[in-house]
């Protein structure tokens, strides 16, 4: 299973498990031109080191000199980039995905695009499978040993764990605003 976060998640298992499949629902070129806002801290490039993927972030630019923030409620809640040392990139998502995408391929990864109607069977079984429809209509079944579900919290993963095996986070306030976050615990 896989949403727009699938390369860093899938790059990663790439380089410490036998190749996963992913299942992805919309075609490469829509993944790799579709516009998103990001930035790669510094922890976020060690960890692309780390693992092998340097290449992934390379030629991004620095946040050195960049200035800027956060708005809510009239407030700026500035970027900081204090550390002189920082290893931060500023890179456009479409660019990064697609890097990750490439650097998944080449290390024998699985990305089935354009997979339709996705459904989960016996994920909470020895041998779970996902089943899709493809462009032309046909049906394939991948048999697995997990499904990790990385499809965000509309995707058909969440709807399909069993009953009583879902936490779910209670959203964090955010300081001063009363306005609750889209991620975080109390």
């Known amino acids: 299973m896989a949403g727009f976060r699938y390369p860093l998640s899938t790059s990663r298992l790439a380089t410490i498990a036998a190749a996963p499949t992913v299942v992805e629902k919309h075609s490469r070129a829509y993944v790799e031109k579709r516009q998103r806002a990001g930035a790669v801290d510094s922890r976020g490039v060690r960890l692309f080191r780390e693992w092998g993927l340097a290449d992934v972030v390379k030629d991004g630019s620095s946040p050195k000199e960049i200035t800027g923030g956060t708005w809510l409620d009239g407030g700026m809640y500035p970027l900081g980039f204090e550390d002189v040392d920082t290893d ?19 290390a024998g990864g699985d990305l089935r695009f354009e997979a339709l109607d996705v ?68």
């Open 88 to 106: 931060a990139v500023f890179r456009p998502q479409q660019v990064l995905v697609r890097n990750l995408t490439d650097a998944f391929l080449e």
């Open 119 to 186: 459904s989960l069977a016996g994920i909470d079984s020895e041998c779970p499978t996902v089943h899709y429809r493809n462009p032309d209509g046909t049906t394939t079944t991948v048999t697995c040993d997990f499904v990790a579900g990385c499809d965000g919290f509309h995707g058909v993963s969440r709807a399909s764990v069993p009953a009583g095996q879902l936490t779910l986070a209670r959203p964090a306030t955010l300081p001063s605003s009363g306005r609750t976050s889209a991620s975080g615990a109390n």
